[in-house]
């Protein structure tokens, strides 16, 4: 039998064993995702029981996240009839934390001439008074993508449930005499006010090859003018998709509306690379005046630059929660299966847990943290003292429900004689850690977290440092290893890989991982460095699922502290 054959069969009992039926058939109307009751929403092993995701179907890009009112609004891509892309509209769920999640109607959906062919991605801006206002891109019959306009019907709805399109929809249509591509005009961002009381927004777009945030200006949000250049472009990179920009502090961790500017504000700016498959930031300067974008020296404004995250994160969105006066970001994580298994399960994607942005100290990169809400969550704590693990050594960390958990744990070393030598031309850290998986041995390293693993070990996804020395410093390597994440189910099992600007004989070499059923997301160095892995194990799920510590280095390594907790299912949808 192919082995093709034989992990279908495999995938099909298991799903099968864990209450899936069949698809529930298509219907001729956008249903609210809350009141589906499809096999989705019963127990599966891919479920997950704290990330954001709806009962069923296709999602992708979040949308126009927002506060209004006290209330979180998160927007989403989403088809109402299958598991696949296709008849996009855009879902809507509130939440008062970030962490649970009701359901209501979809806010946009296809119903007029310049988005009949689907509702595309987009941005919320808060206009004065806090006025709400969403920014998306339409499909129109000749498959053009033009921008629109919605608003709220009724502001004193927190729910904000019922949203109205502009009359002056289209807002912007892309023109030959502009030299715009109307198959590469979308996703506008959110709006900022400049200092002449105009509005800005920019719309990702590509020409030749090139990559550009094109910027429009506006005085009353509804009639915007092109820019004669783009904030920003760059060769090569393609089509921008989904592209953000927000101001960060030099001495701040605090998050701030899109429309300030002045001393100790650097801007960041964000793009999709749809080609990659990838996004990339910058860090530079803003001049308000001229409306131009400088990245700071050091930045790469293309697919060798700086990633919010190094695993399967996609379609990202920020906003500005005025509430607690922090940057969050939310970003799409797609599946690594194929559509045919897609639909068997009956849904496809999901969301990342939202997380705190804010600029490092150092000013050369963004840091990222889980949003403190999550820890709600937690239940069920063990704490292990201090240890050390020696070289080939592993350590189970019981008490926690390792399908559905969040550690914390933190590694000191004390010799750093034998760490290996970085050779010159090891430059590509993806590729690094494919070469030097878990299982290969090195002098420091690799040592990390072994997760969704079955007891014996088989089967695992790990998430680890190695230590290399370059003359007289050492750079860290971190790396998420699916090779073993799944015995008998075949799909991508990448090796992820970052270089962490992190001096481990200075500072602390922690790792945090949330795990989900079928995600583990990392967080290496207090926020350095960020990897979302997709897993689908066949042996550690449910019960079956284990939590290791592990040193494959032939130098050992002290644990100096280890927490681990439990996580109780969240209220989505």
Same mark, same amino acid.
């Not at 127990?43 to 996240?65: L, S, V």
């Not at 000191?412 to 494919?434: F, G, H, R």
């Not at 860290?476 to 970052?498: E, F, N, Q």
């Not at 290496?524 to 592990?550: N, Q, S, W």
């Given at each position: ?20 039926? *069949?698809?529930? @058939? ?5 249903? $609210? /995702? =809350?009141?589906? #009751?499809? %096999? ?89 008074? *806090?006025?709400? @206002? ?5 499909? $129109? /019959? =000749?498959?053009? #993508?033009? %921008? ?426």
């Amino acid at each position: 039998m192919a082995k093709s054959c034989v992990w279908v069969i495999c995938l099909f009992s298991l799903l099968l064993g864990h209450g899936v039926l *069949e698809l529930e @058939a298509s219907q001729h109307e956008y249903r $609210n /995702p =809350q009141s589906m #009751q499809s %096999q989705s929403s019963k127990r599966q092993p891919y479920r997950t029981a704290y990330h954001f995701q709806p009962p069923q179907n296709w999602m992708n890009d979040p949308n126009g996240p927002m506060i209004y009112k006290g209330i979180y609004h998160l927007f989403y891509q989403y088809n109402p009839y299958e598991a696949v892309w296709g008849n996009i509209v855009w879902a809507h769920s509130t939440s008062t934390d970030l962490v649970n999640w009701a359901a209501h109607p979809p806010a946009i959906y296809p119903s007029h001439p310049y988005d009949i062919n689907g509702c595309w991605s987009g941005s919320a801006t808060i206009l004065p008074g *806090e006025k709400p @206002a969403i920014l998306y891109t339409g499909i $129109n /019959p =000749q498959n053009r #993508q033009v %921008q629109n306009l919605a608003m709220p019907k009724n502001l004193s709805d927190p729910f904000l449930i019922e949203w109205v399109k502009s009359p002056y929809n289209p807002i912007l249509i892309p023109t030959f005499e502009n030299n715009i591509d109307p198959s590469s005009f979308r996703d506008p961002t959110t709006a900022w006010l400049g200092p002449d009381g105009r509005w800005r927004m920019i719309i990702g777009s590509n020409r030749n090859g090139r990559g550009m945030a094109l910027l429009y200006r506006s005085k009353d949000f509804i009639h915007w003018k092109k820019a004669q250049h783009p904030l920003h472009s760059s060769k090569d990179t393609g089509m921008w998709e989904c592209p953000d920009f927000y101001p960060v502090s030099n001495s701040s961790k605090n998050g701030f509306d899109s429309s300030v500017i002045g001393s100790g504000i650097r801007h960041v700016l964000k793009a999709s690379l749809g080609g990659t498959g990838h996004e990339y930031y910058t860090v530079g300067t803003y001049n308000p005046e001229n409306d131009t974008y400088v990245p700071d020296k050091g930045f790469v404004d293309d697919s060798r630059g700086l990633r919010y995250d190094y695993g399967k994160f996609y379609g990202s969105k920020t906003f500005f929660d005025s509430a607690k006066n922090r940057r969050v970001l939310w970003g799409w994580i797609s599946e690594s299966t194929n559509a045919t298994i897609d639909l068997t399960k009956g849904w496809s994607g999901l969301q990342a847990i939202p997380r705190k942005l804010w600029l490092d100290k150092s000013g050369k990169q963004i840091m990222q943290w889980p949003v403190k809400e999550i820890e709600k969550l937690r239940t069920n704590q063990v704490n292990l003292p201090s240890k050390v693990l020696i070289g080939g050594s592993v350590l189970e960390v019981a008490g926690v429900t390792g399908s559905q958990a969040d550690v914390d744990i933190l590694f000191e070393i004390s010799d750093y004689e034998k760490a290996d030598v970085l050779d010159p031309s090891w430059t590509n850290p993806q590729e690094l850690c494919s070469r030097n998986g878990a299982s290969v041995k090195g002098g420091l390293g690799p040592f990390g977290l072994m997760v969704l693993a079955s007891k014996d070990l088989q089967e695992y996804t790990a998430v680890f440092f190695r230590i290399f020395k370059v003359q007289t410093n050492y750079v860290v390597l971190m790396c998420t290893d699916l090779s073993r994440s799944s015995l008998h189910l075949d799909y991508d099992k990448p090796t992820y890989g970052a270089f962490m600007d992190l001096d481990p004989v200075r500072e602390k070499l922690s790792l945090r991982s949330l795990i989900d059923h079928s995600i583990v997301e990392s967080f290496g160095g207090e926020g350095k460095a960020c990897f979302t892995a997709r897993v689908y194990p066949t042996m550690a799920i449910g019960d079956g699922a284990h939590l290791f510590a592990f040193n494959n280095g032939t130098e050992n390594v002290t644990i100096s502290s280890l927490t681990a907790w439990s996580m109780k299912k969240a209220q989505i949808n």
